[in-house]
């Protein structure tokens, strides 16, 4: 059961009601996921996140479907169950094949080994990178 | 300071010069990094991680570079300092931009908060992936 | 499904039994909450948690509302799914209001970002602290 | 070492200057951290930061000494030695006593073992929120 | 839901097939787990996974119990619920009691609080390990 | 640099002498180590975790050097620093020989693998555990 009241479209504030349109629009849906109806409790809170996550989930030096890949990601090694459902959806929305995806587990389950074996060596940094 | 003892290349058995002898080759440096001169204090660890790590990061249905930033992203939600430098460093050599760095740290970041923002909320999963 | 066998309130040990009484009054509560039944299935354990929780969980320099707001951002920052929810009862029960909520939603999805985005940029720190 | 290149004050686009000098006067700090140097490198991404995390750290429901306590407690449980130091420091500098330091010590580590207990015996939650 | 499809034993292919059957003859179970039939998706996954556990969970300098409490230490510190269930099971199975199941979580519970304890404290490490 | 100041043996209060003198005896150490003399910074504090920890470290069910293994595979998955130091020092110094040290990090960097596979596929628990 949700911490807050999730807020219905159709009982949502006019500067809401123009986030969700956002949303919609912005992401080819229908409906406005429960994650941003949740935030639209606190509609302050709401404009600021969508906001920034419209800015950076847009084409750029990364395409898309590699930035959802890349959330994707992110979201495993959280172990956060509402992202790890919505970010696959989304990128093979994107066209993540079924070969990608078993690359992309395969990727984050071994670098959530050798992440712990690094800090459990205690070895210290040698590749240096060049800096930008 | 380690917490194993790191097997010098000099120093090492012919079972481990093997391995450090493929690393090298296959990551194309001349010198083979202290994470695995660490492993190498147990060889047949050290032959179990290679062997899988080794299988994995190779050109497959998703880019390498790809699955560096992959390993990058998983590196940073970690907060392993190593791994983070060497993941760095590798995605650069294969060609990672100043934008595409700038990029991947802008999703990484946006998605660390919004995966803490769907647990805090306890929404649920809305939007069903097709399965594979 | 839970990994022990919950201890009911009627089927406690005097031993368990004081203990619940103890958590009841305290935290002026009808019911024994599962996480100390749970516990319950190790007494010497249970004793051991809840004298401390109940020692920490006092009014002091810091106000019991303040303590929850913290002990719910760390169960953010965990994900853990029993502890939000029962945090966020807590903290809203000691006066807690929706547009704190609000805030300490945001700040805690802000700095789970800026935590790793530091991480990522391996930057050294610069403000020392004052010791205290 | 840093993975990006911090950029000087001195060196700052106008750009970045005017956003160095508004996290000064906001801060009311005379260098702009090392942090903010970093994400520097991409001023697109230091502009989303920077004013979301203006708009989140101000006085409002919540004082700013306990927003800073919060993102402390958040910086522990995440481990980001860079914003535990800074966190500290900024807390100190908005009148945390050392008293309430050791408060938030205590509640901080009392709750990531409880949250990890609470995991482990997989209890179910117990104590509905009421909704906002 | 699962975000891949589940490989059932009457559909999987005779390489898949010959995996499940040396899983339930290493494990002495009837059935494959679902764990492993989700890897299943993805076969050359499945082989790399389940070719490395099999080496690492078999009698050696450590017991088998003692293996599976620390595969139980773990999941419990990364919260994975899965994990939790199925270590615990197959840690009973192998004989740990309820006592020994008791101070293994008090002996987790502890170090996930002193662990943060240590990072919010910033102290230095002074036991230095005689290298191995 | 440490967050608080760290109290000496020979600057230490009558009260936190008794616990410092009682940290050396039990641990048979010939100094108190820097994270007790961090915690010393708030005596009521160091007095509730130093008198739980010594509770729970004693042989009991589970053999201390076990308990030191559990503790040293939580601090590895926490990427605590300090802690995989005095830890891995700490079990050496109890018997654990370098084949052990090597197993255990095997099991502890392939459940930290297989942890994030499991959240991954979101597959269902299916090996209940037999309640205690």
Redesign the interface.
Known sequence: ??????VDESAASPRVKAIYDDIKATKKID?V???W???A??P??LE??WS??K???KP???DLV??E???L??????????????????A?KLGM????????????????????????????????????
């Open positions: 059961m949700a911490t807050v009241k999730l409906r996921p429960n994650f109806r949740g935030l409790a606190h302050e809170h600021l996140v920034r996550a800015a950076i989930m750029g030096a990364l590699v930035k890949m890349l959330a990601a992110v979201s495993i090694t959280n172990s956060c169950k509402y992202c790890i459902n919505s970010h696959t959806a989304a093979q094949t079924p070969e990608q995806h078993g690359e992309l587990l395969a990727v984050v389950g071994l670098y959530n080994q050798l992440n712990k074996l690094a800090d459990a060596l205690q070895v210290e940094p040698d590749l240096l990178p060049k800096v930008e």
